[in-house]
C-alpha cells in the first residue's frame, strides 16, 4: 500500500524544495531535544512527518512541520495519548488553534496492554505522570523541564514530589529492573531534571524563624548515594522559610559529626535507602551530642527517613511516613519555644 503523510499526499506528489531548504530529521530532533527515533515513530504511526522532499528524494521538514510536531510535543507532555495529541496538532495545522480545553484525552488501556512503544507501567495516576513519562521516554528535555517546573508551580514542592515526580520515578525504575538494564539512560535524565527543579525551587522565602534558632541539617548514611528524597526535603524546608543545610550524598561519620559540632541543628535528617546503608549507632550518637552552657546544654533531633530504617530503627528518634509529615515535623522543632 502507497503510503502517506499528514497531507495526504504519495511520497511521489510531495512538493519538492530547493536542497537547502527544510530541516532534516537529526536537525530537528536536535532542536527539539527528542531523539530521531522518535519523530520516525509518529510520521509512521500517526502522520505526523515531513512534507517535503529535495530535488535529490531526500525528506525535509518545513515551517509548518515544524509548527506542528511542536504542537504534537506540547500536547503530549500534558499527558495526553500521542493518538489524540496527533489529531489535535494535525487540526490545529489545518485550521485556528484549538483551545487545549477542547482536546478531550480518550481513557489510558489498562496496565499491562499498552501497545504504546516504551509505555512504562504508571497504574492510576495523575495525568501529568503520563506526560511526564513519555517526556523521558523520548529523551525530551526541555518537555521535561517544563512539565516539572509546572507541577511545582501548580501543586507546590510536596505534592509535586509525592504524586508526580515519585510515580514516574518509581516506573521507570521497574522497567528498568524488568528490561536487562534497558532505560538507564530515560532513568538519569529524568533523575536529573527532577534534581534541578528541586534545587531551584528551594529558593529560600522571608524565614520564619531566626537564623540563631538552628537550622535543619539534611545528610545522606555514609556509603548511601540515593539523593533525591533529601533534595525534595531541602526545597520545601526552604520554600517554607526554615533553615536548613543539605550534605548530599555518602557522608562520612566524622564529616557528619564535625558539621553537627560546627552548625548546632535543631535537627539532623539521616536518610538511608537500603538496610546495609542504616547505622542505628549513628543515629545514636548524633542524638547524644550536647552543647551550649552549662544548665541549657542541649542537643539535635534525630529524623530518620528512608525504607533502609524499617530494620534497625533506634529508640529516641523521629521517623515521619513521608515528605509532609517530615516537613510539618521539622516546622514544629524550628518554631518550638
Do not use: F
Not at 166 to 183: F, I, K, N
Not at 230 to 237: F, G, P, S, T
Not at 278 to 298: C, D, E, S, Y
Amino acid at each position: 500500500m502507497t503510503s502517506v503523510n499528514a497531507t495526504g499526499q504519495p511520497p511521489s506528489e510531495r512538493p519538492a524544495v530547493p536542497g537547502g531548504a527544510g530541516l532534516t530529521t537529526g536537525v530537528l530532533a536536535r532542536r527539539l531535544g527528542v531523539s530521531p527515533m522518535t519523530l520516525r515513530s509518529w510520521d509512521r504511526r500517526y502522520g505526523i512527518g515531513p512534507t517535503a522532499r529535495t530535488e535529490g528524494g531526500h525528506r525535509r521538514w518545513t515551517a509548518a512541520d515544524v509548527a506542528t510536531i511542536e504542537e504534537m510535543c506540547r500536547l503530549t507532555a500534558t499527558g495526553i495519548p500521542p493518538a489524540d495529541a496527533a489529531r489535535a496538532a494535525r487540526g490545529a495545522a489545518a485550521g485556528p488553534p484549538s483551545p487545549p480545553e477542547a482536546v478531550v484525552p480518550t481513557p489510558p488501556p489498562p496496565v499491562g496492554r499498552s501497545r504504546a512503544a516504551g509505555a512504562l507501567p504508571l497504574g492510576d495516576v495523575r495525568q501529568e505522570c503520563r506526560g511526564l513519562a513519555r517526556a523521558a521516554v523520548r529523551l525530551d528535555a526541555p518537555a521535561l523541564e517544563k512539565q516539572l517546573t509546572a507541577a511545582v508551580e501548580r501543586y507546590g514542592v510536596v505534592v509535586a514530589w509525592q504524586e508526580v515526580m515519585v510515580p514516574t520515578l518509581h516506573a521507570v525504575g521497574r522497567r528498568w529492573a524488568s528490561s536487562e538494564d534497558q532505560y538507564v539512560e530515560v532513568e538519569h535524565l529524568l533523575a536529573w531534571h527532577v534534581s534541578t527543579v528541586l534545587r531551584r525551587s528551594a529558593a529560600p522565602a522571608v524565614p520564619v524563624v531566626p537564623p540563631a534558632a538552628g537550622c535543619v541539617l539534611l545528610a545522606c548514611a555514609p556509603g548511601e548515594q540515593h539523593t533525591l528524597p533529601l533534595e525534595a526535603l531541602h526545597a520545601a524546608l526552604g520554600h517554607e522559610g526554615l533553615p536548613v543545610r543539605m550534605l548530599g550524598a555518602a557522608v562520612p561519620v566524622e564529616a557528619l559529626d564535625a558539621a553537627v559540632r560546627r552548625l548546632g541543628p535543631v535537627a539532623v535528617v539521616l536518610w538511608a535507602q537500603q538496610s546495609a546503608r542504616a547505622a542505628p549507632a549513628l543515629a545514636r550518637h548524633i542524638a547524644g551530642q550536647r552543647w551550649g552552657m552549662k544548665g541549657t546544654r542541649r542537643g539535635p533531633a534525630v529524623v530518620l527517613g528512608g525504607p533502609g530504617w524499617s530494620r534497625s530503627q533506634p529508640a529516641g528518634v523521629l521517623r515521619p511516613a513521608g515528605l509532609a509529615q517530615a516537613v510539618e515535623a521539622l516546622r514544629a522543632l524550628c518554631t518550638a519555644g
